[in-house]
Every structure is written in structure tokens, then in C-alpha cells.
């Protein structure tokens, strides 16, 4: 079993900045694509970026496209999104997800894998 943590989320500003991170537990996740997904009151879960296993290829939403990015750790079994320029309607749940059969080009949520509990990001205007 892998167990995400995600942490990193709060309070900010418009044009303000956070970074997230969402650490693995449990085993290893050598081999698996990880990425966030962000669900705002009212909304349905939506697709925000994803990495390959090692890291070498990323997808974005448009939404976000510019101003956010995911990177990794493989040594520390941790992704990261660090967002920038956030906009009040980046305000939602975000949730680290990471599996070993994603076909993250479709931007699509994984089938079969793990997902975090969710950090608050709020960004005020």
C-alpha cells in the first residue's frame, strides 16, 4: 500500500504564490506517474498536471498552463506543484494521485491507484 500526504496548502493572495507537496509512504513509488487534481466547492474533480516515472514528461490544464509546475523526487518518493500567479479561482481541494497504470496524456484520473487526502489552497482577491 502507498499512503500520500499532501501539505503545503493556505492562505494566499492573488498573484500571490504556494507550493505543494504530497510525500509517499508505505513502498516505494519507483515506477509510478504522480500528478494533482483540485476540486473547488460545487465542482467536479478536475485534472491540474502530472509527471511521468522517472520525471522526463509533464502535462498541464490549460487552466494553469504557464504558471504552475510539477516536478519530483524519486529519492525522496515526493511530488511537488509550485504554483504561481494564483488566481482566486484556483481556490480548491488539492489532491496528489500516483499510479502505476496511468496514461496521464489523457489528463484523465488514474483507475487503479492512490490518491492523498487533500490540502485547502484559498487565494483571495
Known amino acids: 500500500q502507498v499512503q500520500l500526504v499532501e501539505s503545503g496548502g493556505g492562505l494566499v493572495q492573488a498573484g500571490g504564490s504556494l507550493r505543494l507537496s504530497c510525500a509517499a509512504s508505505?513502498?516505494?513509488?519507483?515506477?509510478?506517474?504522480m500528478g494533482w487534481f483540485r476540486q473547488a466547492p460545487g465542482k467536479e474533480r478536475e485534472f491540474v498536471a502530472a509527471?511521468?516515472?522517472?520525471?522526463?514528461?509533464?502535462y498541464y490544464a490549460d487552466s494553469v498552463k504557464g504558471r504552475f509546475i510539477i516536478s519530483r523526487s524519486n529519492a525522496k518518493n515526493t511530488v511537488y506543484l509550485q504554483m504561481n500567479s494564483l488566481k482566486p479561482e484556483d481556490t480548491a481541494v488539492y489532491y496528489c494521485?500516483?499510479?502505476?497504470?496511468?496514461?496521464?496524456?489523457?489528463?484523465?484520473?488514474?483507475?487503479?491507484?492512490?490518491w492523498g487526502q487533500g490540502t485547502q489552497v484559498t487565494v483571495s482577491s
Open positions: 494521485a500516483a499510479s502505476g497504470a496511468w496514461a496521464i496524456a489523457t489528463m484523465m484520473p488514474p483507475s487503479a491507484g492512490y
Open positions: 508505505g513502498r516505494t513509488v519507483s515506477g509510478y506517474a
Open positions: 509527471i511521468s516515472w522517472p520525471g522526463g514528461t509533464t
